[in-house]
């Protein structure tokens, strides 16, 4: 098998493998010639944008703008810092009510920090919400532990999923059925943060919620929140 033909023209290079063109774009002017170490130190090859979707005067072709709205996966309308978030009168305002739904939920204490043990990091995580018409219905934020820093049999040990099985829910419809009983179907809000968590677990306080006059201590969790590897067995 012969190797593919490489042809040179007007600064691009234009590569014929299995009768198929492939075009690579040469480098913009403002990017540093960064060298690809996985293949012998080359230069780094681009692609012009319309070498991937295409010109868009195409008929049956995509939007440039409809594909990179659909290639973001977090909306531009939405922080992914607390810096970007704390600014928005909108977003503090979901802080503020999740800050106080925990507490209301007396899911931690404020303490000293044991010695020997070391305080998991927090993050917010933000999403808006949208009706019928995409009209911003509600500013949400939530607070997840960074639970990817937790370490099998150091900081948690078994990790264990409270799933229903598929089959015992439709055993009780069928027999609810038999029966003529009423099926009532009910959500409650915040359950997988209801339990009481039975290890002992310590988180850093949070930038903008920081408690004056105890900035050194740190919140000892008594129920779980998202993202800790604990929280399921709660």
Known sequence: MSPPSVHYSGGAALIEDGGEEVEFATPPSVHIDHLDANHDDASLRFRKIDNIVGLTSSR????RALIAKELHTVSSDEPVSFVEAEGHPSWRKAMEEEMASIEENRTWSLV?????CRAIWLKWVYKVKRDENRAVAKYKARLVVKGYIQRQWI?????????VRLDTVQLLIALAAHEGWEV???DVKSAFLNGDLKEEVYVEQLAGFISTGHEHKVFKLKKALYGLH?????
């Open 155 to 163: 900081d948690y040990d078994e990790v264990f999923a409270l799933v």
């Open 230 to 234: 604990q929280a399921p067995k709660a």
């Open 60 to 63: 049956g072709l995509a939007s």
């Open 112 to 116: 000293d920090l044991p010695h020997g």
């Open 184 to 186: 009532h179907h009910m």
